[in-house]
Nanobody, 121 residues
Framework: QVQLVESGGGSVQPGGSLRLSCAAS????????MNWYRQAPGKQRELVAV???????NYADLVKGRFTISRENAKNTVYLQMNSLKSEDTGVYYC???????????????WGQGTQVTVSS
């Protein structure tokens, strides 16, 4: 019913940049917070960045100052601009959206399929 489609992943050298996008589609009444997570092989999934419906943001310490999360509410899209990339940033990046399907209904979390980011020399 609700799908999150991610794009923008790829391979870059250390110090490079990438911009990830995640567009939500389907029967959506509203979207509250939208988040970016990442997971490297053999490691737990970790929260990278959060943005509320009003535009308030928060970042993990490891990416603070290098990554920027933003959104376009009219397009149900969230972005993650990643600068000064390090090898430690390598992993699969996942989009998560907190969605209301109907007015006054409980919030349901939906996940994207993930997009691979590889930082290596």
């Amino acid at each position: 019913q609700v799908q999150l489609v991610e794009s923008g992943g790829g391979s870059v050298q250390p110090g490079g940049s990438l911009r990830l996008s995640c567009a939500a589609s389907g029967s959506i009444f509203s979207i509250n917070a939208m988040n970016w997570y990442r997971q490297a092989p053999g490691k737990q999934r970790e929260l990278v960045a959060v943005i509320t419906s009003g535009g308030s943001t928060n970042y993990a310490d490891l990416v603070k100052g290098r990554f920027t999360i933003s959104r376009e509410n009219a397009k149900n899209t969230v972005y993650l601009q990643m600068n000064s990339l390090k090898s430690e940033d390598t992993g699969v990046y996942y989009c998560r959206a907190e969605v209301r399907l109907h007015s006054a209904s409980p919030i349901i979390a939906y996940w994207g399929q993930g997009t691979q980011v590889t930082v290596s020399s």
